[in-house]
C-alpha cells in the first residue's frame, strides 16, 4: 500500500485522513498543496480514477481563483488554473497507487486496507 495525501493544512478532512492512516499504523506521505501544487500527472491520475474534473474541485474554495474557474469552458482551462493554484481542489486527496478518493471517504480508506 502506498498512501499519499493531498491536503490542506487548516482542513478538518485532511486531519481525519491522516488520523484514519496513523490509527492503522499505515504509513503515509502528506503533501500540503498550498506548498506544493499537484503536478499534471497526479492531477489527471485523480481525475480518471474519481470519474471526473468537477469530483474534484472545490466549490467552496476561499481562493482568489474559486469564481473564476465556474465560468471557464475547457477542462483544460480548468486544469491549468488548477496546477496554478491547489487551493482549488477539494481536499483530501487520498491516493493508493492508481486509485484516488476525494473527501473524507473512510470506507473507501476502509477497502483499501483489507486488500
Known sequence: MNIQIFGKAKCFDTKKAERFFKERGIKYQYIDLKQKPMSRGELESVIKA??????????????????????????????????????????????????????????????????
Open 50 to 115: 474519481v470519474g471526473g474534473l468537477d469530483k474534484v474541485i472545490d466549490e467552496n474554495s476561499r481562493s482568489k481563483n474559486a469564481a473564476l474557474v465556474k465560468y471557464l469552458a475547457s477542462d483544460e482551462a480548468k486544469i491549468e488554473k488548477i496546477l496554478e493554484d491547489g487551493l482549488l481542489l477539494k481536499t483530501p486527496i487520498v491516493r493508493n497507487g492508481r486509485q484516488a478518493a476525494v473527501g473524507c471517504q473512510t470506507d473507501i480508506w476502509e477497502k483499501w486496507t483489507k486488500e
